[in-house]
């Protein structure tokens, strides 16, 4: 039987509506709106497109919107009092770093900085922290996961029990990926570069979730007929036949994928309009919390 295509679009749009109700609703009640600072260090081309479609959601739902943009050789320092400022400000509810910083920037330093109470990516040792310990809250999940889980359940996917194999381990996706599934009760093993024979680890899996960054890794060959993929990679391959000479793919090979398994999402389409509802999701959360 086909494989049945997990689109983000319409969970997405769904997810934006209620986001965009609530917004007005708190307008009318306290007249204040959640607000969410962007900070953009450097020239890299999908970082940029990220933001831009960050900012726009954002928009679109009533979010306000601070952008900083920084250039490629912003010293540490200077990124360092942008974050402090949007911290000690009262009306940003949110603070995100656009990752990858260039080279020379200390990640984790900076992430550090960026208080917890408005960390809407969840990346802060704190927020990660409790997202990987049973028992405790995180103020924040990352997006990338909350979208993947998003997406499990809407599509009906069952996780309680289930084998899930994560192939990548970043902060970002693979492994608080990793993390969220074991809290939603899957048996969860994280694939890296250093794992012998993947494709032996993936084609018992129930559930595949691919955050590796190289496009058609995942063959139908490393796939269990029958099992469930999402597809976080978000790969810029060259293409002549698509208008700016590039398009975006994911690391499954889709064409052999749908072919054995039971569902699969696409890219692009799939995961990254949840990410970004999820974003919006965080930053009102976080607004609510802020106004009691
Ligand atoms: N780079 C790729 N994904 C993300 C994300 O979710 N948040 C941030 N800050 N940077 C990213």
Known sequence: SAAEIMSGKPIARDINLRVAAEISRMKAAIGRLPGL???????????????????????????????????????????????????SNPSVHGII???????????????NFVSPEKDVD?????NMGNLALRGRE????????????ELLLRYRVEIIGKNAV????????????????QRHHATVSTLHSFTN????ITRRADIVVSDVG????????????????????????????????FRTTG???????????????????????????????????SAKRAYG
């Not at 940029?48 to 320092?77: R, W």
């Not at 024979?197 to 032996?200: F, K, L």
């Not at 890794?217 to 099992?227: E, K, Q, S």
């Open 37 to 87: 600072a962007v900070v953009l260090v450097g020239y890299r081309e999908d970082s940029h497109a990220y933001v831009h479609m960050k900012l726009k959601a954002c928009n679109e739902v009533g979010i306000e919107t601070s952008f900083v943009q920084l250039p490629q050789d912003c010293t540490q320092d200077r990124l360092i009092d942008v974050v402090s400022s949007f911290n």
């Open 97 to 111: 770093v656009q990752l990858p910083l260039p080279q020379h920037l200390d990640e984790e330093t900076i992430i």
């Open 122 to 126: 969840g990346f802060h040792p704190l």
């Open 138 to 149: 995180p103020l924040f999940i990352p997006c990338t996961p909350k979208a993947c889980i």
């Open 166 to 181: 994560v192939i990548g381990r970043s902060k970002i996706a693979g492994l608080s990926t990793s993390f969220l599934l």
């Open 197 to 200: 024979n993947p494709e032996q």
């Open 214 to 245: 190289i496009p058609n890794i995942v063959g139908c060959d490393w796939l269990m007929p029958g099992a469930v993929v999402v597809d976080m990679g978000t790969n810029s391959v060259k293409d002549p036949n698509s208008p700016r000479g």
């Open 251 to 285: 690391d499954v090979c889709y064409e052999e994928a749908i072919k054995v398994v039971s569902a699969i999402t696409p890219v692009p389409g799939g995961v990254g309009p949840v990410v970004i509802s999820m974003l919006l999701c965080n930053t009102l959360d």
